[in-house]
């Protein structure tokens, strides 16, 4: 994917710029990011192994648990939350764990949902820039 502007709806919002992992599938925070290092710890996920502490997490949509927020904010305590979290489908219990982070840690971890086409060209290890301000990610 050459530089391009993508728009979408932000939850939380906030500037950030860091390297994407990209997941195709689901993720659950619950049993699925180790947030005492970052690394996703689910053996069905595609991104298994990989960690996403200061990178941008982009996966189609949560599985859904009410610790997500909690394990959000565990990792938040840790230094190991990823930079910001993109969706096509964002659940509320994440926003609310990345809106908390910002209240009582002063951490802002944006978050937003993009367009299904707009996720799918989005590249694993490519640079974003996240302006939530504006609205947009930029892909380098």
Known sequence: MSERILEGKFYVTGETEGLLVKSERPISFWGGLDPAAGGIIDRRSDICGRNVAGKILAFPE?????????????????????????????????????????????TKIPVMSIKQKDFDELEDGKKLFIDGDRGTVTAM
């Open 62 to 106: 949560g599985i859904g648990s009410s610790t997500t927020s909690a394990v959000l904010l565990e990792s938040v305590m840790n230094s190991t939350n990823p930079l910001a979290i993109v969706n096509v489908t964002t659940e509320p219990i994440l926003v609310s764990g990345a809106l908390v982070a910002k209240e009582l840690y002063g």
